[in-house]
Every structure is written in C-alpha cells, then in structure tokens.
C-alpha cells in the first residue's frame, strides 16, 4: 500500500492553521508492562525453561535403620518462541516532496508507536487470557485454583493448614474456587491463599503478594480498601485490617476486563517475562525505480508465564 | 499400479518469474496432519492439511514448506492476534511430569512448534520442480515436447509427490502445467521438470 498526493490532497497546498497530528500530540502512556514482567533478552530461536521440586521432608530413621534416601523431582518445560512483528509505510516520491506540512516525514513516529502498542498488548495478554488460554509450566491455566503439584496428593496431606485453602489433593491455587471481585473479603481471600502457599513438596514458603493489578475501573474501590484507616465499608471502629498487608496497587490500562484483578509479588518473586529477542530496528530506503520512500520496522519478542508462583488472578464473577 | 520409482524428490520452488521472493503464507496446520515438506497442501474450513489428490478445481493451495507437526488439534498453539507461541511450543516431548498430566518434558533441540506451516503459494507466479514418473509403471522421460501439457500429480510410497505422465486428462486429473525441462537433469529417465500449478487447480488465486 502506497501512499500518494491524491489520498493528501490538503498537504499539498499552504493555508492550513492547524494541523492536529495524533501520532506526535496524543501521547501514549508510558509502558506499563515492565512494571509488571521480567524483561531478559534470548539470543535465540527459542528458550526453553525447567522446573525442579526439592526433595521430601526429612522422615524418622529407626535406631540401626538406613537413612531414607529420596530424590528431587524434574518437572516439565515451557518454551519461549519469539514471534516477528514488523510494520512499514511506502510514500511516493512526489508526496514526500510536495507535502507542505511535513506530516509524511513523520511517519515514522507513527510507526514506532505502532511497535509501542504490541510491544505493550502481547504481554498484557498472558494475563487477560491467563484464565483461558495461557498456560504455564504446569500445563494449565495460569491463574487456576488446582494447580497440580509435583509431589502430588501426598505432599498436602502433611502440608501445614492446607485444607481451608485448596479445591483438591494435590494442588494449589492461585485463584479463587468461584472467581470474585475486588473486595475487602476478597483481597483477604487472596492474601490468605499466599499466606499459605507451600512448594512443590509441601513446605511453606515466603510468597508475599506486594501490589494488586488492575482495571481502570477498579481504582476507585482500590483507593478505599487499601487507603482507609478504618474498615471499609462499615460504621464501626474497626481498623482497616488490609492496611498491615502493605499493598499497593497499580491501573493495567492494556488490561481487557473490568471486573477481573490480579495480586502480584515482586518481580523477582514471580516468573512472567518478556523476553527481547531483537529489538525494534527501523530502517528506510529510496525505492530505485520509483523514487518513493520506504520506512520499515521489525523487531522479535514474546511473554510467557514460565511459572504460575507469585501472582493470582480473580475473573470477577 | 505401483510407479516405476518407490520415492521420488520432494517438490520445490525453484524460481519466481518476476523476480520476486516466493509469495508464502503460514495458516494453522489441521490436527493430526503427518504429510512430509513438498506436499501439496489445501485449506479446509481455513485450517491446512494434505491435499487430497482428487479437488483438481480449486484444490491446491500450495506446497507444504516444512513437515507437519502432528497437532492434538486444530492450530495448535497458533499465535492470534496480539499473543505469543501458545503452549506447550513443540510436538516432540518425552515421558511424563509426575502429578503434571498435562504439562510436557521437551528434549533440548526439539524443533519449535508454532501451530502453522508455511506454504510456497501456488499462483501465477512461482515455478516449482519436481520428479516425473507415470502411476502405470511405465518409463517416464520427459522432453521439450511436454512443455505446456498439463498433468496431475501422485504421492509415492514414501510421502512425495511426482508428477504423473499417467494423468493427463484435464479438467479431470491435471494440475500442473510443465514450464520446461529442468536444466541439471535435461531429457532422461524419471527426469524433473520445472512446473506451475494451473490456474483451476490455485485454491485462491492470488
């Protein structure tokens, strides 16, 4: 696709007073996503990443009995492909030269903020679809409320006041049983499941959720619960107990859903990451024949939630 | 009856005739789908699989790039819009994660996986190569004579496609048009030939 004087005629001719170009006057916000993934760099086709569960907890040894031996567990592998994406625009000589305004010029902003809005849309999808469709190293849904652990059953058998928490032997969560929305109960749902969280083999581990993500719409209701001094909601003298969670939260604007919202731990604690396989290279060049002018832009990446550990999600009701 | 040869060279591009890279494209593979790299491939309810060997109207859509992948289903793992690779990113894996039924061990070098093939478009364009042989059994040597005669196409024992001086009837069973004798192996036995798919045969014209 071309573009040529006839589709710009008005560029053509002097006398305009304003000229409103969205691209350079509307600014896009800032990225969004590296507040929330890990971004690393692959170097190449593919990276692919391993689990490992510990070993048990240490059992009796009988007077003159062998120690018991034991082993860790290898879990499975999730993949990293990096996808291309790529954009140009094609001017014809003539429209570059004529222009009064020097609006084509600038078609490379547009382009680069076109790289801008998937660079941020893609990975904001690992968490709007972490309830359908991506799925993590576990082989279910990111956000899940029986995330099958690597020791199985018996690990949440002896696993400390797991009964309250978990929807079956042998799992974890990392959503609510029946989803719910962002509430004072709910956000003490949420930080009772971290409270309680344990390892592949049962024990517990520090996993302390430290902002909540999400929609626009939510940011007033975010403001009362975690900004009260007193409890929410209630005419009473009760403090607001949330405050001592320390949670902070933060408006995911790529997020799709208004009632879905999400808890997050510190990103070291947590494994969703955007990997940079190149990044955006612009490049132009004078088409031969033609004269006309081409501006392209390519660059690879791809997100991948390589563990579900660190963040929940509830999808609304 | 049997061809006179048990396999036969893959189909391949060989040239365009502007000049032009080879237009391709890379649509979901359908589940299940086993076919080698040089099948004729046809879209189905827009998802890819081997080409039939019979829709000689409208019927081809390309030839097949790569190996299929064997998906449990349709697309699988196909990037839409606005999303990465989908899990689990590869068809090979090995054993199984204990207490994990649906997660993947993936040995290290097992080829990625997108949930696609890419395929060599059949047009107007792209001249491909292939092997000659006749599904009769009988001896196949093409010459400058054959340019032009339209003829189908046959799969052989071992997945590959040759085209078959046997089908001849068009409208009926051709497929191809031979462009002109390949110039490395000229008029012999089993020779290749450069070809193009004929305009009836292109699913999509482009």
Known sequence: MSMVTGQYAQLLAKGQRKI????NEMYQRDLEYPQVFNVETMTSAYDDE???????????????????????????????????YGIAARMSFELVDDDQYGIIKQVPKALSRSNRFTEEMVPWNIINLGFSTVKSIDGVTLFN??????GGPAVTNYAPGLGNIISAAGTFPNRPAVDVDLSFAAIQL??????????????????????????????????????????????TNEINSL???????????????????????????????????????????????????????IMRFTAVPANWVGVWGSNGP | MASLLANHTELEVVRTKS???????????????????????????????????????????????????????????????????GFPGTGTTFGKVPFQASAVNIPEGAPPVKGLVVVFIANLDTVFRAQTD?????????????????????????????????????????????????????????ARILFQFTKAAMQIVL
């Open chain 1, 50 to 84: 391993l689990e490992f569960a510990g070993t048990q907890p240490t059992p009796i040894k009988f007077e003159n009995q062998s120690v018991f031996y034991t082993t860790i567990i290898q879990g499975g592998t999730i993949r990293a492909i990096p996808l291309t």
């Open chain 1, 190 to 235: 949420m930080t009772n499941q971290f409270e309680r969280m344990v390892d592949g083999v049962g024990m517990p581990v520090v996993y302390k959720p430290k902002s909540l993500l999400i929609a626009p719409a939510n940011r007033f209701l975010a403001r009362e619960l975690l900004g009260s001094p007193g409890k929410p909601g209630t005419a």
């Open chain 1, 20 to 23: 409103f170009v969205q691209w």
């Open chain 2, 19 to 85: 000049g032009n890279t080879e237009e391709t494209d890379s649509p979901a593979e359908k589940a299940g789908q086993s076919f080698v790299k040089g099948t004729p491939v046809q879209l189905n309810a827009g998802v890819l699989q081997a080409w039939d060997g019979a829709t000689v109207n409208a019927g081809i859509y390309g030839v097949a790039a790569e190996d299929a992948h064997n998906l449990a289903s349709d697309g699988l793992g196909f990037p839409i819009p606005f999303n990465p690779v």
């Open chain 2, 134 to 190: 006749n599904n009769t059994g009988a001896a196949t040597t093409p010459t400058r004579a054959n340019r032009g005669t339209a003829y189908g196409l046959t799969i052989d024992a071992n997945g590959h496609w040759y085209v078959d001086f046997a089908k001849t009837t068009v409208g009926t069973n051709t497929v191809v048009e031979m462009v002109d004798l390949d110039p490395i192996d000229g008029s012999v036995a089993n």
């Open chain 1, 145 to 150: 409320n029986q995330h099958p652990l690597l």
């Open chain 1, 243 to 297: 405050l001592g969670e320390d949670l902070g939260y933060m408006v995911g604007h790529y997020l799709t859903s208004d009632t879905a919202w999400f808890a997050l731990c510190d990103k070291q604690y947590h494994h969703l990451k955007f990997k940079w396989r190149q990044k955006a290279v612009m490049d132009m060049n004078d088409d031969f024949d033609t004269n006309a002018v081409k501006h392209k832009s």
